[in-house]
């Protein structure tokens, strides 16, 4: 048991540093996003 514990750690840690790269390409494409609707909102 001790070993599968280690073993699903080292998969848990790739698999949250993949999340995470995710993540920003997300949070930086939403970003984008509410930026152009904030100038829509502004104009209008």
Request: hydrophobic share 40%; net charge negative; glycine share 6%.
């Amino acid at each position: 048991m001790d070993l599968q514990g280690v073993q699903l750690a080292t998969l848990n840690d790739v698999q949250i540093s993949q999340l995470q790269e995710a993540e920003k390409k997300l949070n930086a494409g939403r970003q984008g996003r509410e930026i152009i609707l904030l100038a829509f909102t502004r104009e209008s």
